[in-house]
């Protein structure tokens, strides 16, 4: 466990530092008048370990031979290199590392017509018996002079090569079968596409666009770039191919341009050797004036550096280059070989120079706000390093590798007595390539450098913003680091300030496809549209989405409803028919007024229950009816207030037989009515039926089915307590659920047979002669109920929660009164109000010695 602590460490030891350390600046001079062609890629350099002693004047001699800008670059790489370990005694003693002149940098048909002439007159290397060795030759990324020079040398000349090349990582010249003893400095780019990743996820860009060369190079690039943003669900808006030939270049120029000029993309990613098309594509797109932010490796900090000052077509240039470390003495060791010549400003134009920030920002808080003048004056008055560029230390660290290499064989030639199997000089390359394999050193800067390629780790990389004042000033500054070996989501480090001081904004560009959906939206794809493209869509109903761009919405419990905007869930209010609630209210003040008034007409028949209308009217079927009403109009009640199972059942079930009740009594009125007007003296017997009050019977027998009926509804499934969360929006309604719904429609259905059975017998008894016929009453009445119980239905089943409950309620309501006003306000108001026609005279004298 300790250990693991001091690695997790040693690891944050790098960032430690960069939080308080401020990052360093870097500036070059840019040569107008330079035209020529780069020939980084076609550099050859002929390493060789001689007993000669090496001074300055000779590496003065030898700077002098290169005249193009990027040949002098690598030149004094090499030649500081070789000087530092020429100076180390601990590095072949005795010996010195020289390059031969006769490569350097040139044009491919160049290089082929010299090679021959300069190979014939080549010294051997190491072999002290003056026979011929193995060429090493220090080479650029050009595959096509690595494959020239495996012909002529294997070949023609009968020589076997070892190539060490610096510069990008080129997969074709990882091929072993074709490049057998050739090796790569430059590790593979794929911590570069990580770095580019991670900076495009830090600023929220999923839409960017891909330049790149159509080559080998290019399409390794484009898979490790593809696979991060596949799995980072960032999205290309284009991919331009330049192709390598001119001619299918031009073919294709004006389609790649308009690709780029149409594209919604502001992020636009650069990658491939400069020497090919692409590099007339990326100046192109200078003159069109096409802003974008432009992202690029390492090899492209010349061409951005160099152009225009007059055009301002781009947002800004993002260099994304494998980490290189500041080399203290590279500026005096040039200098040192001719100060006059070698001033600080010819240096600036051949390498970047780097100087602490800190020091101009008193003076110029962005470099925006520079005076070209003020700024190269004050550039000039101080002293500077010198900094590597990424092939230059490529070519440090090859000179180290292949003194450390030359190192192991003299030990191995001294120490082993080796030296029968080296006087094949074929051989000698295998073999100096078994050792330089599984060299591993630690450089005077104190970098790691493995040269076991399977055990080559990823290289941490440095973020530079490139900025061109005018006069021919460049400023580089570092901006921040991206390490692989950090945690997920801690291998990026930027430093805001110091992309503030170098942009002069705290502002980055957008560049996504689809604008963000906010929250109360998801997200939707259209048929072809990329995964980082989409449309914004308002979550359904009762669905919300607190993020952005989600993919879903997301349901609110039961219990919760949206809100309007959609963006969170609310507990919903518990509602049920309250007494406190104004339309509840008047329905209960309603039940009690009615009840009231049926209690008042009961007193009122049983005081004058000795005149003839209430004898007329069978004043104990009466009686009977007006309890029952009375019952129906409070068994609406039950269904006010907070539900609980008792409450529940009672709705129903007094509901059913209460009503059963007054309807059967009203049947039993309706037959009495029939009997008393349709039965003659010879008929005894039925005679004796209506006097012995045999109608009565109606009552019981028909109630005790509907009781029967309720038994069973609830010995099957009872009414019980159950909550309506969807009725009503933000509403959780307590209501009673009937438990067995046909159970209750049978108990309905039996309400309206009787009903319409009462209905019809008063119907044909309507016409009965007689002043006072209760048979036209009656039909009214249940001709009121059966509308009220018909209407019921449709409205019943188009309402819900709280509402279904109160149709319900008026339902009982106005069938009970329609009941009660049909049948007994007449009456009622004879007997109250017009006592005078309450008298045996008004009677028909056929009725006067009977009782109905």
């Not at 076609?42 to 007993?51: E, G, R």
């Not at 009997?675 to 039926?689: H, N």
Request: proline fraction near 4%; hydrophobic fraction near 40%.
């Amino acid at each position: 466990m300790c250990a693991l602590i001091f690695h997790f460490l040693l690891l944050n030891i790098p960032l430690l530092l960069a939080s308080f350390i401020h990052p360093r600046c870097y500036w070059r001079m840019k040569l107008k008048e330079e035209k020529d062609l780069d020939l980084g890629a076609n550099c050859v350099f002929f390493l060789q370990a001689t007993s000669e002693t090496i001074g300055r004047k000779d590496w003065n001699k030898y700077l002098n031979t290169f005249k193009t800008t990027k040949s002098r670059q690598f030149a004094f790489a090499l030649a500081f290199s070789m000087d530092e370990v020429n100076r180390n005694p601990g590095l072949l003693p005795n010996m010195s590392l020289l390059d031969y002149i006769g490569f350097g940098c040139k044009t491919l048909p160049q290089f082929t017509s010299h090679m021959r002439m300069v190979i014939n007159s080549v010294l051997p290397n190491y072999d002290c018996t003056r026979n011929k060795a193995c060429a090493v030759l220090l080479t650029g990324t050009s595959w096509e002079t690595a494959a020239t020079i495996e012909t002529f040398m294997n070949l023609l000349l009968g020589y076997q090569v070892l190539l060490l090349t610096f510069g990008p990582f080129h997969p074709v010249l990882s091929d072993q079968e074709q490049f057998p003893l050739l090796y790569q400095m430059a590790p593979k780019d794929i911590s570069l596409a990580l770095a580019i990743v991670s900076f495009v996820l830090y600023f929220k860009w999923n839409w960017v666009g891909l330049v790149i060369s159509d080559n080998d190079q290019g399409i390794q690039f484009l898979s490790y770039l593809r696979r991060e943003m596949e799995i980072n669900t960032v999205c290309f808006a284009f991919v331009n191919m330049i192709p390598i030939n001119m001619e299918s270049y031009m073919s294709r120029a004006e389609v790649h341009y308009n690709q780029i000029m149409t594209s919604s993309t502001n992020v636009v990613i650069i990658y491939g050797d400069i020497e090919y098309t692409i590099a007339l594509s990326v100046r192109r797109l200078e003159f069109l004036c096409i802003k974008r932010i432009w992202i690029t490796t390492s090899q492209w900090d010349d061409t951005m550096s160099k152009r225009d000052d007059t055009l301002d077509s781009f947002h800004g240039t993002l260099t994304f280059e494998h980490h290189r470390p500041d080399i203290s003495g590279f500026r005096n060791f040039v200098q040192t070989l001719n100060p006059i010549k070698y001033s600080d400003k010819y240096l600036a134009s051949q390498e970047w120079m780097y100087f602490n920030c800190e020091a101009l920002t008193p003076n110029c808080n962005t470099t925006k706000n520079c005076s070209s003048n003020a700024t190269l004056q004050w550039l000039m008055e101080h002293t500077f390093d010198m900094a590597f560029s990424g092939s230059s230390y490529d070519i440090y660290n090859a000179v180290y590798a292949f003194a450390h290499t030359c190192h192991e064989w003299l030990f191995q030639y001294i120490v082993h007595h080796e030296i029968s199997t080296w006087n094949n000089y074929n051989h000698q390359c295998f073999k100096l390539y078994d050792i330089l394999r599984n060299i591993h050193f630690t450089n005077p800067v104190g970098d790691r450098v493995n040269m076991n390629q399977r055990e080559k780790l990823q290289e941490e990389c440095d973020i530079f913003y490139i900025s061109n004042l005018q006069q021919g000033l460049g400023i580089k500054v570092k901006i921040g680091s991206f390490s692989p070996y950090f945690p997920h989501g801690q291998q990026l480090h930027l430093s805001v300030e110091m992309m503030e001081w170098a942009t002069g904004s705290k502002k980055i560009l957008p560049s996504v496809c689809s604008a963000d959906c906010g929250p109360g939206f998801r997200k939707f794809w259209k048929e072809g549209m990329a995964t980082c493209c989409f449309e914004c869509s308002p979550c359904p109903e009762n669905e919300i989405s607190n993020e952005t761009n989600v993919d879903q919405c997301v349901m609110c419990p039961e219990e919760q409803y949206a809100n309007p905007e959609q963006t969170h869930c609310i507990d919903k209010a518990v509602v049920f028919l309250s007494y406190e609630d104004p339309l509840d209210m008047a329905l209960a003040l309603i039940a009690l007024c009615f009840t009231a008034f049926t209690a008042v007409v009961l007193g009122v028949f049983v005081k004058h229950h000795d005149t003839p209308i209430v004898k007329a009217n069978n004043k104990t079927l009466s009686y009977f009816l007006l309890i029952s009403l009375m019952f129906c109009f409070l068994c609406s009640l039950l269904f006010l207030g907070r539900p609980n199972t008792s409450t529940c059942i009672l709705q129903q079930i007094t509901f059913g037989i209460v009503f059963t009740v007054a309807v059967s009594t009203v049947l039993a009125k309706t037959i009495t009515v029939v009997l008393a007007f349709k039965l003659t003296g010879p008929r005894r017997r039925m005679k004796y039926i209506l006097i012995s009050g045999v109608p009565n019977y109606i009552i019981p027998t028909c109630s005790l089915f509907q009781v029967i009926l309720c038994t069973i509804w609830l010995g099957s499934s009872p009414p019980f307590v159950d909550i309506d969360a969807q009725s009503e929006h933000g509403h959780i309604i307590i209501v009673c659920n009937k438990g067995s719904v046909t159970a209750f429609y049978s108990v309905l259905g039996y309400l309206a047979f009787m009903a319409m059975g009462s209905f019809t017998v008063a119907f044909l008894a309507r016409n009965l002669p007689d002043t006072f016929n209760e048979a036209k009453y009656l039909t009214f009445s249940m001709l009121v109920f059966c509308c009220v119980w018909v209407s019921f239905f449709p409205v019943y089943h188009s309402t819900k929660g709280m509402v279904m409950v109160a149709v319900e309620i008026f339902s009982i309501l106005s069938s009970s009164a329609g009941m009660l006003g049909c049948i007994f306000f007449p009456k009622f108001y004879i007997i109250v109000l017009k006592p005078e026609r309450n008298s045996i005279q008004n009677l028909r004298p056929s009725l006067s010695t009977k009782q109905v």
